[in-house]
């Protein structure tokens, strides 16, 4: 590998292109289907935390500092996007449709938006304290976002989970639950009404009604789960810490460990 540093996420560009970022602006570009990568001229130096791709072959990533760089090429050149070099602003997750319309999270409960994958706008959220750590889209209006605010306000609504969708493109957000003490990492539709929730200690949480209530599931792994694929329309799969695969077959009811401890 022609990198020493961390890879934190990768995106499939087609059948034979794939992009993986990491620390200190690292990206890798692979075009033989991951049997060989090649290092990309990064434009910047801070870390990357999460990658995403659009149908046409674009690519956005995302990282500390407000970093957001992307590419129209299949990955083999990159620009910057934006940069506001606030301190606070560490972009945790981004998620695009296939027509280019995506949001970036950040940890500092910040939420941006584009529908050209260059010009990104801050949106108006229904409270602040909170941490985003996870968004994903199923089209142009409807998405979700997941995260956790910090020890005192969690007193004060009943739970540290935070959980928003959107059905408006990001105009108005609204809370699921507010009564669950988990940590969710990741989230993923699985259809307009099912969507899984993953994270720390081997969370994982369902919705079969579009987010209004969200139900924990048995977990095979105490590990902490960061990500989520869709296989087919009934597969789902988890990875995390200590190299911890699981997978579902059933659109999240049940889960079956395939590898990590």
């Known amino acids: 590998m022609p990198t020493a540093g961390d890879l934190n996420s990768i995106a499939i560009l087609n059948a034979s292109t794939a992009i993986a970022v990491g620390s200190g602006g690292n990206i890798l570009r692979s075009t033989d289907s991951g049997q060989t990568w090649t290092k990309i001229e990064s434009p910047t130096m801070e870390t990357l935390n999460a990658v995403a791709a659009v149908s046409d072959g674009s690519a956005v990533a995302v990282g500390w500092h ?38 970036a999270v950040s940890s500092s409960g910040r939420i941006f938006k584009t529908t050209d994958t260059y010009n990104w706008l801050p949106q108006v959220l229904p409270d602040a304290g909170q941490k985003l750590f996870a968004v994903d889209l199923f089209d142009d209006n409807n998405a979700f976002t997941a995260g956790n605010i910090e020890e005192e306000k969690a007193y004060q609504v009943g739970g540290k989970t935070v959980i928003l969708k959107t059905e408006t493109g990001g105009q108005v957000w609204g809370y699921g639950p507010r009564n669950l003490n988990a940590d969710p990492l990741a989230v993923r539709y699985v259809d307009r009404l099912n969507a899984v929730i993953v994270g720390w200690e081997g969370l994982i949480l369902i919705t079969g009604d579009g987010g209004g209530s969200w139900s924990p599931i048995v977990s095979p792994t105490s590990q902490a789960l960061r990500a989520i694929a869709m296989a087919d329309a009934t597969t789902i799969v988890a990875v995390g810490n200590g190299q911890t695969i699981i997978s579902s077959r059933n659109g999240g009811d049940t889960w079956n460990k395939i590898r990590g401890s």
């Open 66 to 103: 407000g970093t957001i760089i992307g590419t129209t090429d299949g990955g083999k050149t990159w620009t910057s996007r934006f940069n506001s070099q606030e301190p606070s602003l560490n972009f945790e997750a981004v998620d695009l449709t296939k027509d280019g319309t995506g949001m």
